[in-house]
């Protein structure tokens, strides 16, 4: 299977802090599948590391008020140009992401609260029809079979 993944769940630093999102369960996952590498944010020309940004009223804006809506509508743009140009028959993306996130995504008020929605890119992918797994699910499944 061809398999485009959020670059931080591959243990690329390009989280906003300038950690990532690497897992085991993200790697078992992988094993034995084409891997297609993305960072929309970075793509969208924020640097590493960044002011954390939530979705505000449509707008992407970062903890200090400025907007970085441009930076990340671009980042999934060009998301968008790579999954059309290569089909990737699903893309695991990171949860929570105002970005990537495809189940859930911060609500804007930058006091930790969740709400359902989806990142930018996200939105993006599935409205073009591209299959997409939140990496929240992956991880709840693998530690569900880690108990058994
Ligand atoms: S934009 Fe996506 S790939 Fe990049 S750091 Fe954020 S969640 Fe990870």
């Not at 591959?10 to 599948?33: I, M, S, T």
């Not at 140009?81 to 996130?101: F, K, N, T, V, Y």
């Amino acid at each position: 299977m061809k398999i485009l993944v959020s670059a931080c769940l591959l243990g690329k630093n390009c989280k906003y802090n300038g950690g990532n999102n690497g897992h085991p369960a993200v790697e078992d996952f992988l094993r034995g599948h084409e891997v297609i590498p993305v960072c929309p944010e970075v793509m969208g020309g924020l640097p590493i590391p960044r002011e954390p940004a939530e979705i505000c009223g449509g707008q992407v804006i970062n903890r200090k008020g400025v907007s970085v809506d441009r930076e990340y509508r671009r980042g999934a743009e060009l998301t968008l140009e790579i999954a059309r140009r290569e089909r990737p028959d699903l893309c695991l993306l990171q949860a929570r992401s105002p970005s990537c996130g495809a189940l859930q995504i911060y609500d804007g008020s930058f006091s930790g609260t969740l709400k359902a929605g989806m990142g930018i890119t996200a939105e993006l992918l599935r409205k073009e029809g591209f299959r997409i797994l939140d990496s929240g699910e992956l991880l709840k499944t693998w530690e569900e079979r880690q108990k058994e």
